[in-house]
């Protein structure tokens, strides 16, 4: 990549312009037997970032809409929703707009999830599923996911639902190894590609939970996906120029490798650590919790974070805000994509 990356938002994150230059292709029929090639081919790709031999389906719409799908497809009445931030709040939120009864477990904003809190909770109540997000770009913050894992799966037959939005591609996670039912995640984050697509896993055992779920929807019905993914193809129009994209993209993916990607990430996380102490700002988010992909900072005593961002603005780059109840006292760096360190040194 020779590109020079100013842009450092906690997502939609940069995208290169043969990517971009890709989704100018011509349309073509999505039943059509090329296409089907190319669905094909991205699927099996897709199976090497999501680290699966399972299926993986991707959905025309934003991460949100596979978390509504995810929660409708599989949860008849009860759910446990893992919060510490805005995005597994969503997930509260989410499954009570569905009617669902739905308890947390919530840690404190800027703490990762205590595997040893869900054991807990799992003993004293049956779960159909349980929601976690990875990464909480709001605080940045990951929580232990390998271990929540084991936990649910040692406790409980509850699924576990995975938002790994900001982490698929930028941080170690292992769909199938690690026993995750469905992984899930929009594409604009680590995966470096324009925001309009979803990518998610299934696993046998929550589609054979799904099937007994009355009343999935249309457009949010998991299983209705897998059952198209495995003719070839979506269950609608897709966003094809959003394909060409990932097309293109996963070439460059599946070329770093994965665990290059993930190291390049831990990389940049440490770079951006040793700006943040070189400019007074201290982490928002517990030290044994730093997320990979984006650092959610405190500016030093007496300055606005706003002030942070519109200096940096002022010298060409782009940084985030802080999000949702830390919006007036933090900011974040995205370094999750295709940035190298020489961007975040250059700072
Ligand atoms: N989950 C996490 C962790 C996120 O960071 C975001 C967006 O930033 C979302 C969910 C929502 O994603 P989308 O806007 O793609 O629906």
């Given at each position: 990549?020779?590109?020079?990356i100013?842009?450092?938002?906690?997502g939609?994150s940069?995208?290169?312009?043969?990517?971009?230059?890709?989704?100018?292709?011509?349309?073509?029929?999505?039943?059509?037997a090329p296409?089907?090639?190319?669905?094909?081919?991205?699927?099996?790709?897709?199976?090497?970032?999501?680290?699966?031999?399972?299926?993986?389906?991707i959905?025309?719409?934003?991460?949100?809409?596979?978390?509504?799908?995810?929660?409708?497809?599989?949860?008849?009445?009860?759910v446990?929703?893992?919060?510490?931030?805005?995005?597994s709040?969503?997930?509260?939120?989410?499954?009570?707009?569905l009617?669902?009864?739905?308890?947390?477990?919530?840690?404190?904003?800027?703490?990762?999830?205590?595997?040893?809190?869900v054991?807990?909770a799992?003993s004293?109540?049956?779960?159909?599923?349980?929601?976690?997000?990875?990464?909480?770009?709001?605080?940045?913050?990951?929580?232990?996911?390998?271990?929540?894992?084991k936990?649910?799966?040692?406790?409980?037959?509850?699924?576990?639902?995975?938002?790994?939005?900001?982490?698929?591609?930028?941080a170690?996670?292992?769909?199938?190894?690690?026993?995750?039912?469905?992984?899930?995640?929009?594409?604009?984050?680590?995966?470096?590609?324009?925001?309009?697509?979803?990518?998610?896993?299934?696993?046998?055992?929550?589609?054979?939970?799904?099937?007994?779920?009355?009343?999935?929807?249309?457009?949010?019905?998991?299983?209705r996906?897998?059952?198209k993914h495995?003719?070839?193809?979506?269950?609608?129009?897709?966003?094809?120029p959003?394909?060409?994209?990932?097309?293109?993209?996963?070439?460059?993916?599946?070329?770093?490798?994965?665990?290059?990607?993930?190291?390049?990430?831990?990389?940049?996380?440490?770079?951006?650590?040793?700006?943040?102490?070189?400019?007074?700002?201290?982490?928002?988010?517990?030290?044994?919790?730093?997320?990979?992909?984006?650092?959610?900072?405190?500016?030093?005593?007496?300055?606005?974070?706003?002030?942070?961002?519109?200096?940096?603005?002022?010298?060409?780059?782009?940084?985030?805000?802080?999000?949702?109840?830390?919006?007036?006292?933090?900011?974040?760096?995205?370094?999750?994509?295709?940035?190298?360190l020489?961007?975040?040194?250059?700072?």
């Amino acid at each position: 990549m020779t590109e020079t990356i100013r842009f450092f938002l906690p997502g939609p994150s940069y995208v290169t312009e043969d990517v971009r230059q890709a989704m100018t292709q011509p349309m073509q029929g999505h039943r059509s037997a090329p296409f089907k090639a190319l669905y094909t081919s991205l699927a099996g790709r897709l199976q090497k970032v999501l680290r699966t031999s399972g299926d993986v389906m991707i959905a025309t719409g934003s991460s949100t809409l596979v978390m509504e799908s995810a929660v409708l497809s599989t949860v008849q009445s009860d759910v446990l929703n893992l919060t510490n931030g805005a995005f597994s709040e969503r997930w509260h939120s989410i499954s009570r707009s569905l009617g669902k009864s739905a308890d947390k477990v919530a840690a404190p904003w800027g703490q990762a999830i205590d595997p040893d809190l869900v054991r807990t909770a799992l003993s004293r109540k049956r779960y159909e599923a349980v929601t976690l997000v990875h990464n909480e770009t709001s605080t940045g913050v990951m929580s232990p996911l390998a271990e929540i894992a084991k936990v649910v799966r040692e406790e409980s037959d509850a699924i576990l639902i995975v938002d790994t939005v900001s982490s698929l591609g930028g941080a170690p996670g292992e769909s199938e190894a690690w026993g995750i039912d469905i992984v899930l995640a929009g594409t604009q984050k680590a995966l470096a590609l324009p925001p309009g697509l979803a990518v998610f896993t299934l696993s046998e055992r929550a589609a054979l939970r799904a099937a007994k779920v009355p009343h999935r929807g249309f457009y949010t019905d998991l299983l209705r996906y897998r059952d198209k993914h495995r003719e070839g193809g979506f269950i609608t129009t897709p966003a094809i120029p959003l394909l060409y994209a990932l097309d293109r993209q996963l070439d460059v993916i599946v070329a770093e490798g994965m665990e290059e990607r993930w190291a390049r990430h831990a990389r940049c996380a440490e770079k951006t650590a040793a700006w943040a102490a070189q400019h007074g700002c201290e982490y928002a988010s517990a030290s044994d919790a730093r997320s990979l992909t984006v650092s959610c900072l405190q500016a030093p005593a007496g300055v606005d974070p706003q002030a942070i961002v519109k200096g940096l603005a002022g010298r060409g780059y782009t940084i985030g805000g802080g999000y949702g109840d830390w919006k007036p006292t933090t900011f974040r760096i995205g370094h999750m994509g295709d940035i190298q360190l020489d961007d975040l040194n250059a700072m």
